[in-house]
């Protein structure tokens, strides 16, 4: 079954780390591109980071620069997100996605057509 499975989420102080993963099955995730996506209540969902299919180039918001890293794992299928020194305002539900149009653009939501189930990440003290 064609599927992206997130994992990694969870509760953590300002200031410390979680490293987010989505694992693809049945299909070859090295050959498209993966975005990550969060969404806070009552908020749109938004583009994280991405990573391009042909030469693996990183796309980050402005709100993470510096913070989060993207990168792919093609041993295990799976995609990284590292995400350091984080924020309340990072607390939110995080979707992995992958598309494979190698013209569509990196951060937006409407460009993808798989997506995981999410995984919630709480930053709170």
């Known amino acids: 079954q064609v599927q992206l499975v997130e994992s990694g989420g969870g509760l953590v102080q300002p200031g410390g780390s979680l490293r987010l993963s989505c694992a693809a099955s049945?299909?070859?995730?090295?050959?498209?591109?993966v975005g990550w996506f969060r969404q806070a209540p009552g908020k749109e969902r938004e583009g994280v980071s991405g990573?391009?299919?042909?030469?693996?180039?990183?796309y980050y918001a402005d709100s993470v620069k510096g913070r989060f890293t993207i990168f792919r794992d093609n041993a295990k299928n799976t995609v990284h997100l590292q995400m350091n020194n984080l924020k309340p305002e990072d607390t939110a539900v995080y979707y992995c996605?992958?598309?494979?149009?190698?013209?569509?653009?990196?951060?937006?939501?409407?460009?993808?057509?798989?997506w995981g189930q999410g995984t919630q990440v709480t930053v709170s003290s």
């Open positions: 996605a992958a598309h494979r149009r190698p013209k569509a653009a990196i951060l937006l939501p409407y460009e993808y057509d798989l």
């Open positions: 049945d299909f070859n995730l090295a050959y498209y591109t």
């Open positions: 990573i391009s299919a042909t030469d693996s180039k990183t």
